[in-house]
């Protein structure tokens, strides 16, 4: 079992900055992709950034040039830092990790955080 814990949401003026993090724990071989979702009332769940284990990004548009997505490898744990916020990026942020927990086990498996809010006033 991994367990993702999520810290760094909080309320913050438009134009302000936030650095979320996320930590894995548990079995863990090796985490292909970690990426960070969110989720606005009302609205779906959509992808934010996404980061592969060899350092390659993606970034949805409404985000280019203001977040950015990066990873520790040796310690299990994605950050994601946000710049210039806007009352539109008020949401529950969810990390996200496609994880192999064995060498042996040639799969791999999705686990969530638990979200954070994070809440952009204007």
């Known amino acids: 079992q991994v367990q993702l814990v999520e810290s760094g949401g909080g309320l913050v003026q438009a134009g302000g900055s936030l650095r979320l993090s996320c930590a894995a724990s548990g079995i863990i071989f090796s985490i292909n992709i970690m990426a960070w979702y969110r989720q606005a009332p009302g609205k779906q769940r959509e992808l934010v950034a996404n980061?592969?284990?060899?350092?390659?990004?993606n970034y949805a548009d409404a985000v280019k040039g203001r977040f950015t997505i990066s990873r520790d490898n040796a310690r299990n744990t994605v950050y994601l830092q946000m710049n210039s916020l806007k009352p539109e990026d008020t949401a529950v942020y969810y990390c996200y990790a496609k994880v192999r927990p064995r060498l042996a086990v040639p799969y791999e498996y999705d686990y969530w955080g638990q979200g954070t809010q994070v809440t952009v006033s204007s």
């Open positions: 980061i592969f284990s060899g350092g390659s990004t």
